[in-house]
């Protein structure tokens, strides 16, 4: 078991050696363009490109709530898309956020970084536009990938 870290910082700019995947939460509508996505397409054009062709091609592919795509930005490092909200906006059901499908996805990652010898960096995921609370999403964090042994970094922007 590893402990989960907390830092001032950008996510998008892991703070580790070797091989890292930043982790962050998407929508099942296949919106792209607000909250943390956006720092991410600022840095890398390859996350975008993917969960969009992802989401258009998703009647023969896996896209849903609780899949994972890994999109490699640079030798050792990915991006991790994670469907973990329903649609964009908070309604009769409530926030966005699906918590099952957060652990679905965080659970597939965890397999993943294991696979890769990877540590995992992420924003709060679920918690801006998707409406989490932090005290359900951080235990998640901690059961699937810091139970596993996967160095997890949360970074706190200013």
Request: charged share 25%; hydrophobic share 40%.
């Given at each position: 078991m590893t402990t989960l870290s907390i830092i001032k910082g950008d996510a998008t700019s892991p703070q580790a050696k070797?091989?890292?995947v930043v982790a962050h939460v998407c929508n099942d509508s296949g919106g792209w363009?607000?909250?943390?996505?956006?720092?991410v397409s600022r840095r890398w054009p390859e996350p975008e490109r993917d969960f969009r062709a992802w989401h258009r091609q998703r009647?023969?592919?896996?896209f849903g709530l609780g899949a994972v795509r890994l999109v490699q930005v640079a030798p050792e490092l990915w991006v991790a898309n994670m469907v973990g909200q329903r649609g964009t906006r908070t309604g009769s059901n409530g926030p966005p956020i699906?918590?099952?499908a957060v652990e679905r996805c965080l659970t597939t990652l965890a397999e993943h970084a294991v696979r890769l010898g990877?540590?995992?960096?992420?924003?709060r995921i679920g918690c801006g536009l998707a409406g989490g609370k932090w005290p359900r999403i951080e235990p998640i964090i901690v059961r699937t990938l810091?139970?596993?042994g996967v160095a997890t970094t949360v970074y706190d922007h200013d």
């Open positions: 070797g091989p890292k363009g607000k909250g943390f996505v956006l720092a009647a023969a592919n896996d699906r918590y099952e990877a540590s995992v960096h992420l924003p810091c139970a596993r």
